[in-house]
């Protein structure tokens, strides 16, 4: 399959990523008003720099980085906003009780193991591309992917994957 | 297994169009503001810069305009009799004031120099020109250094070359230090805060404040966004012509008005310490 080309607009990159920026950012802060604010500033972000990619891919791990980065920004401040939890957050969307369930039990791992989990399951990194999305040795990433998996196996009674 | 229903939950997760239409519109602003500096649009999302000066800070900014205003009035008509009491080498004459004066006055009239809006309009000056429409003193100021021996008219130019200098660039060569001639006397307005938090201080200490950034050099160009970690300090400095600068303080990094450079580590530290000094006990408020 060929690969997609870089986007050239901001119309383009808006609706090609948006929904991707947007739920690596609610992954990580777990409030949908933050996330959109932090998506915003992401892609506000992208028209500064205007960055030159040599792929769809590079211009995706780009903003995934960015966002990541945002994120880390957004701990350190004291503006974060109360956690409200996928129901309450999105409303008008059917999530099936076990979508729920998982995504809350994600959503207690700390900040570090949630963005590794989401990179991995829902982007579909490998771990030696997260690890340098994220700027960290790859053996941490495997480590901290192993902790998440641990974690989220004794909260949900179960294996959640079984690799 | 759980990663199934984890996988289709996010599946699910999508902006609201609102927030795509507006974060649209943004963009779009921000684009066309890049393409074209002397626009006068300030919708432009800078919200960050105006939320981080103090309320007093804000009040301090517009007396700047208002003080030109009322100069613009005297200034002409004392620096011409100044001149001429000088021993009457000023090849300027009175009609040339009066061509001048009008002019500073129509931009006036035009919002330039507007209480509510100055300091958006100053780098906007700051590109065009220290001297094309910068505050209205020094709208005389280099026109006298030409032909005016007069000490007061030698010293307003000297300190606008010095202070004009530095921020008509927008770029910085490697082993350049951007503040290098910045002085004291060029500031007229300076907080710091955190970046993104509210949390901010007025520094009152220029003098201190110049002295480090002078000691700034910038390394070769970096991304603003993606070479940096952690949170940094951003400083806002006003200058006494009006035009502002904002610059962000990480470790080994700088962000110059947007602009990313890698920057030596010890004067980015030095500058950090400075900064974390005043937010941990901030000097008392006017």
Known sequence: MAEAAVCTSAEEILERYAATVFSAAYAMVKNRADAEDIAQDVFLSYVRAKPV????????????????NRCKSFFRSAWQRKTTGLAEDFPDTPFTAAETSVVDAVNRLPQKYRQVIYLY???????GEIAALLGMPQNTVLSQLARARRLLKTALKGEFDDV | MYKDDYVSAFGKLAPREAWKADTLAKMRALEARRADPFASD????????????PFAARVRRAALPVAALVMLAILPVTTLRGCGAGGGNSSMNAAAYDGAAPQTVLEADNGSYSLADAPEAAPHDAVVGAYDTAAPAGEAAPRN????????????????????????????ASGEKPFGTLAAADLS????????????????????????????????QGDPDAEHDGEGFVFTLTFTDGTQTEVRVYPAFLVIDGAGYRAEAEACDALSRYALRLLEAPPARP
Not at chain 1, 121 to 127: D, K, L, N, R
Not at chain 2, 199 to 220: F, G, P, R
């Open chain 1, 53 to 68: 990619f040599e792929s769809a891919a590079h211009e995706k791990a780009w903003l995934l980085r960015v966002t990541a």
């Open chain 1, 121 to 127: 399951y829902i982007e579909g990194y490998a771990t």
């Open chain 2, 42 to 53: 300030a919708a432009v999302p800078e919200a960050p810069d105006r939320r981080a000066v």
């Open chain 2, 145 to 172: 250094a030409v032909s005016c021996d007069s000490a007061p008219c030698a010293a307003a130019a000297e300190s606008f070359a010095g202070a004009g200098g530095t921020r008509e660039k927008s770029e910085f």
């Open chain 2, 189 to 220: 307005v300076a907080s710091v805060r955190f970046e993104i938090s509210d949390q901010a201080a007025l520094i009152e200490d220029y003098e201190e404040l110049a002295a480090l950034l002078n000691d700034v050099a910038v390394c070769e």
